[in-house]
């Protein structure tokens, strides 16, 4: 005998079948009409702010700058809600002994966020105008500078074009010496895929889609991804949160996934890089693939550090981070700069 589906199965079968079709038209819905975004987004430091005009836009710049010496300049990392408070352990130490200077990139924190295509030569004018701004307002001295994972490769870029605004460079979990992003490619060249960027950025699905990349259980996810350990900081996923519900928080995040903030040289600017380099990169989470740093282990100028931490050490272990840090400087005083290019 030929089986039948009853008919009420069959009724069952076709709504079960439209309930995602349901959720996501709900979750679209809720995220243009009903999530409250008019919220002020509170300083993620302490100390004086300042909106610097640059070739990038307008940007934000925190400083605590009270102190003698040469100023150090923080750049936190690039993800779907990135911002200065993931340079906070540093900054608050750094800032009862030397200027110290926090750059919020654009699209990210306080920074102007655009709706407009974010690559690598924007974010490295960024720097390259910030960085000259710290230096003007302290007689033209050179600066130290740490950047945190990706914004790595941007800053090392700005000292190979201009390495008479930097003394020494800092790298804290840097990208670049993994099986996916270690290039050789053309300079100054970036990997971005415009359809996907028109897909995410679609008007009705875009910011929906980046809420639920956003969402706190995601954000806790991703978070405990880059710890490598449920135990993360707190204050970053609060700040994270708020961060990233500002009005335009997508538009960078979208040329984040759709590849267009990752270089395509990142290998060749770390191997042009003549000024002294410290990197600290930690051995625990989805983030610590540094098969290809041999490309540098042992050059005179790179000194590097691998601790049992997770991708952002400086929250784990602030202490190691900064006496190797300390004992790095000390061996690297202020010096004439050298002339790098890349071939």
């Given amino acids: 005998m030929r089986g039948t589906s009853h008919p009420v199965t069959r009724k069952s079968g076709k709504a079960l079948a439209l309930l995602p079709l349901a959720a996501a038209g709900a979750w679209i819905a809720w995220s243009h009409l009903g999530l409250n975004r008019a919220g002020p987004l509170p300083p993620a430091l302490p100390g004086r702010r300042s909106t610097l005009r640059t070739r990038a836009g307008r940007v934000n710049l925190y400083a605590a700058d009270a102190q003698g010496g040469r100023p150090l300049l923080l750049i936190h990392s690039v993800n779907a809600a990135a911002n200065a408070y993931e340079v906070?352990?540093?900054?608050?130490?750094?800032?009862?002994?030397?200027?110290?200077?926090?750059?919020?990139?654009?699209?990210?924190?306080h920074s102007e966020r655009a709706d407009r295509i974010y690559t690598p030569r924007l974010m490295t004018d960024a720097i390259l105008d910030a960085a000259a701004e710290i230096a003007g307002r302290h007689g033209g001295v050179a600066l130290d500078a740490i950047a945190l994972s990706l914004p790595c490769a941007y800053l090392a870029r700005a000292a190979l074009e201009r390495p008479d605004l930097f003394s020494t460079l800092g790298l804290i979990s840097p990208t670049g010496f993994d099986a996916h992003l270690s290039r050789h490619g053309p300079a100054d060249t970036n990997r971005g895929k415009p359809l996907a960027r028109q897909f995410a950025a679609f008007p009705l699905w875009g910011r929906p889609l980046f809420d639920a990349l956003v969402s706190r259980p995601s954000m806790r996810f991703f978070l405990e991804k880059t710890w490598g350990s449920r135990d993360i900081d707190e204050g970053l996923l609060a700040y994270d949160q708020l961060s990233a519900r500002q009005p335009g928080a997508e538009h960078a995040p979208f040329s984040f996934l759709s590849g267009y903030l990752f270089p395509d040289d990142t290998t060749r600017v770390y191997e042009a890089l003549r000024l002294p380099v410290f990197m600290v990169h930690g051995a625990r989470g989805d983030f610590v693939d540094y098969r290809y740093v041999g490309e540098v282990v042992g050059r005179p100028n790179w000194t590097i550090l691998r601790l049992p931490t997770g991708a952002f050490p400086h929250f784990e272990n602030r202490a190691a981070v900064t006496n190797a840090y300390d004992a790095f400087l000390a061996a690297h005083p202020q010096q004439d700069q050298p002339t790098a290019s890349i071939r």
């Avoid at 906070?88 to 924190?109: I, M, T």
């Fill in 88 to 109: 906070k352990p540093l900054y608050e130490h750094y800032r009862d002994h030397r200027p110290v200077y926090a750059l919020e990139l654009p699209g990210f924190g």
